[in-house]
């Protein structure tokens, strides 16, 4: 019988620096009799050398060399192609729902007779994700759309392409000591929706650890649902940030139309950053931005000028904290999926979700064989 492999891929995406699986998670699988084989990299947050200490397999080949039995395991989406893709591979595809661009990859994945397992998507019996970055995405995000603020309260005239690249920060704290040195004594007033969520909280955990002077608007869905739409109240602040998960059609909350009645909002921190969805409730841009381009303007903004962040891969910038978490509440699915003889509950889920986005596009996939490693 072939021992189970699992293969992480070096990511494909400019400034992604986290790991789906850290070196401490990677010893625990190979002490459970999992092979595991890292492809090297300069761009993790982990050194190649961890990994190897942990008693994983370096190698220099790209995952497309990989046996077929592998597993690949990453986050970002794989670069751009048309070959088939004939692995089962684990990792935020951004192709279930609806995401421009998501019939052509699901389409590679057919044809070459492997699947997607979709992070986004793992989810326990009562629906919930049993990994997420959302915390960290809206902490970070609150942190962007801040660093925005400052800039562009100071020349508010500036084209957005002269904000600076971003960087990842070292630490929490590094992040946090660089905007309380940044803030001073400035005032500011933000409004964060969907407050409660897990991607709210860190938003909120960041504003409130900097105590500094900043007066918080804390939205989630009762005052959203009793809101007239688009939402009024949000040309009030300074910095708007958007932490609402889009599962459905919602109500717009910001549109052309209200920027043009705006005289305060200068930044709108898009975490959720749907743009491609045809229910996207920010409809005042169609593209997400950068690391090496975080804002652009937004529609309908000409006479206060109104600038838009929406990476979509924020928790990048605090990647260690950020890996360490989702890494630790992935780590026991990721062992009970290798080492179980049938594919676990959590993970048939999330195959079915991958067969009915292909559905959606009527793309035919057979089911996909769960090998049990050479059986």
Request: aromatic letters at 8%; charged letters at 20%.
């Given at each position: 019988?072939?021992?189970?492999?699992?293969?992480?891929?070096?990511?494909?995406?400019?400034?992604?620096?986290?790991?789906?699986?850290?070196?401490?998670?990677?010893?625990?699988?190979?002490?459970?009799?999992?092979?595991?084989?890292?492809?090297?990299?300069?761009?993790?947050?982990?050194?190649?050398?961890?990994?190897?200490?942990?008693?994983?397999?370096?190698?220099?080949?790209?995952?497309?060399?990989?046996?077929?039995?592998?597993?690949?395991?990453?986050?970002?989406?794989?670069?751009?192609?048309?070959?088939?893709?004939?692995?089962?591979?684990?990792?935020?595809?951004?192709?279930?729902?609806?995401?421009?661009?998501?019939?052509?990859?699901?389409?590679?994945?057919?044809?070459?007779?492997?699947?997607?397992?979709?992070?986004?998507?793992?989810?326990?019996?009562?629906?919930?994700?049993?990994?997420?970055?959302?915390?960290?995405?809206?902490?970070?995000?609150?942190?962007?759309?801040?660093?925005?603020?400052?800039?562009?309260?100071?020349?508010?005239l500036q084209n957005p392409g002269d904000?600076?690249?971003?960087?990842?920060?070292?630490?929490?704290?590094?992040?946090?000591?660089?905007?309380?040195?940044?803030?001073?004594?400035?005032?500011?007033?933000?409004?964060?929706?969907?407050?409660?969520?897990?991607?709210?909280?860190?938003?909120?955990?960041?504003?409130?650890?900097?105590?500094?002077g900043i007066e918080i608007t804390a939205?989630?869905?009762?005052?959203?649902?009793?809101?007239?739409?688009?939402?009024?109240?949000?040309?009030?602040?300074?910095?708007?940030?958007?932490?609402?998960?889009?599962?459905?059609?919602?109500?717009?909350?910001?549109?052309?139309?209200?920027?043009?009645?705006?005289?305060?909002?200068?930044?709108?921190?898009?975490?959720?950053?749907?743009?491609?969805?045809?229910?996207?409730?920010?409809?005042?841009?169609?593209?997400?931005?950068?690391?090496?381009?975080?804002?652009?303007?937004?529609?309908?903004?000409?006479?206060?000028?109104?600038?838009?962040?929406?990476i979509d891969h924020l928790p990048t910038?605090?990647?260690?904290?950020?890996?360490?978490?989702?890494?630790?509440?992935?780590?026991?699915?990721?062992?009970?999926?290798?080492?179980?003889?049938?594919?676990?509950?959590?993970?048939?889920?999330?195959?079915?979700?991958?067969?009915?986005?292909?559905?959606?596009?009527?793309?035919?996939?057979?089911?996909?064989?769960?090998?049990?490693?050479?059986?």
């Amino acid at each position: 019988m072939t021992k189970s492999l699992l293969w992480l891929r070096k990511e494909d995406k400019a400034g992604e620096h986290r790991v789906p699986m850290t070196p401490a998670g990677a010893r625990a699988l190979v002490d459970a009799g999992v092979h595991v084989v890292v492809e090297n990299s300069d761009n993790r947050i982990f050194a190649d050398a961890q990994y190897v200490e942990a008693g994983a397999e370096l190698t220099a080949l790209h995952w497309t060399q990989a046996p077929a039995h592998a597993v690949i395991i990453g986050l970002k989406e794989l670069e751009d192609g048309t070959t088939p893709i004939a692995h089962r591979h684990i990792y935020f595809s951004h192709t279930f729902k609806g995401q421009s661009g998501a019939a052509d990859v699901l389409a590679r994945f057919a044809a070459g007779g492997g699947s997607i397992l979709d992070l986004e998507f793992l989810a326990d019996e009562q629906g919930r994700r049993i990994a997420a970055f959302g915390y960290w995405a809206g902490y970070a995000g609150a942190a962007v759309g801040l660093l925005g603020l400052l800039h562009y309260r100071s020349s508010p005239l500036q084209n957005p392409g002269d904000f600076p690249a971003l960087r990842a920060f070292g630490s929490r704290k590094a992040l946090l000591d660089a905007l309380r040195n940044s803030i001073g004594k400035q005032a500011f007033k933000v409004m964060v929706m969907g407050a409660l969520g897990r991607c709210g909280r860190g938003a909120m955990d960041l504003l409130t650890e900097l105590d500094v002077g900043i007066e918080i608007t804390a939205w989630d869905k009762p005052e959203f649902d009793a809101a007239s739409k688009p939402i009024a109240d949000i040309i009030a602040h300074d910095l708007f940030v958007n932490c609402v998960y889009l599962r459905e059609k919602i109500a717009p909350m910001i549109t052309p139309e209200l920027l043009r009645a705006n005289t305060r909002l200068s930044i709108i921190s898009d975490v959720s950053c749907d743009p491609n969805n045809s229910n996207n409730p920010i409809a005042v841009y169609d593209a997400i931005t950068s690391l090496q381009s975080p804002f652009r303007s937004a529609w309908g903004s000409e006479v206060h000028p109104v600038y838009l962040q929406a990476i979509d891969h924020l928790p990048t910038l605090i990647p260690q904290e950020a890996s360490e978490e989702f890494a630790a509440a992935l780590l026991p699915h990721l062992r009970e999926y290798l080492l179980a003889g049938a594919l676990p509950p959590v993970w048939q889920r999330a195959e079915e979700h991958y067969h009915n986005a292909c559905s959606s596009y009527d793309i035919t996939t057979g089911l996909h064989a769960r090998d049990t490693y050479g059986a």
